[in-house]
């Protein structure tokens, strides 16, 4: 779904890249680089930008994480799901009673995106490019 632009700072989109610069173009949760394939999913990496807080108008750079497509879709994967509760209930007619945003983020799940990333054999390889130290 399309960001509304009016919900965010004039400033957004140097903000928003200043965040995906941080981290070299990296997702800050699983190290997916932004425009190379998936480490998991293979499908073209496009970096977002995460309120942590789930609060728009905090844009402080500690409450900014750059995020693949994957990780922020399962971080606000609650919040997607109310949402079309609401909009499935409210398409019958009928009324939900859920919070409009659930905003933050659920460590948990950060924790398990991590250690799914630590997995991957791609984390498991030696880098040819290091040098390495030999006791003799």
């Given at each position: 779904?399309?960001?509304?632009?009016?919900?965010?700072?004039?400033?957004?989109?140097?903000?928003?890249?200043?965040?995906?610069?941080?981290?070299?173009?990296?997702?800050?949760?699983?190290?997916?680089?932004?425009?190379?394939p998936h480490w998991?999913?293979?499908?073209?990496?496009?970096?977002?930008?995460?309120?942590?807080?789930?609060?728009?108008?905090?844009?402080?750079?500690?409450?900014l994480i750059a995020?693949?497509?994957?990780?922020?879709?399962?971080?606000d994967l609650e919040?997607?799901?109310?949402?079309?509760?609401?909009?499935?209930?409210?398409?019958?007619?009928?009324?939900?009673?859920?919070?409009?945003?659930?905003?933050?983020?659920?460590?948990?799940?950060?924790?398990?995106?991590?250690?799914?990333?630590?997995?991957?054999?791609?984390?498991?390889?030696?880098?040819?490019?290091?040098?390495?130290?030999?006791?003799?």
């Amino acid at each position: 779904m399309p960001m509304d632009k009016r919900k965010y700072p004039d400033n957004w989109n140097w903000l928003s890249r200043q965040i995906r610069n941080r981290n070299n173009q990296k997702c800050e949760l699983c190290d997916a680089t932004n425009g190379k394939p998936h480490w998991k999913t293979e499908s073209i990496v496009v970096l977002t930008v995460h309120h942590i807080d789930g609060n728009r108008t905090n844009n402080s750079e500690q409450n900014l994480i750059a995020l693949c497509q994957r990780c922020h879709l399962r971080l606000d994967l609650e919040k997607h799901i109310r949402n079309r509760q609401k909009t499935a209930a409210t398409k019958k007619g009928g009324h939900m009673l859920c919070e409009d945003d659930l905003g933050g983020i659920d460590m948990n799940e950060i924790n398990d995106i991590k250690e799914e990333q630590n997995q991957h054999p791609r984390n498991n390889e030696e880098d040819p490019n290091e040098t390495h130290s030999q006791n003799t």
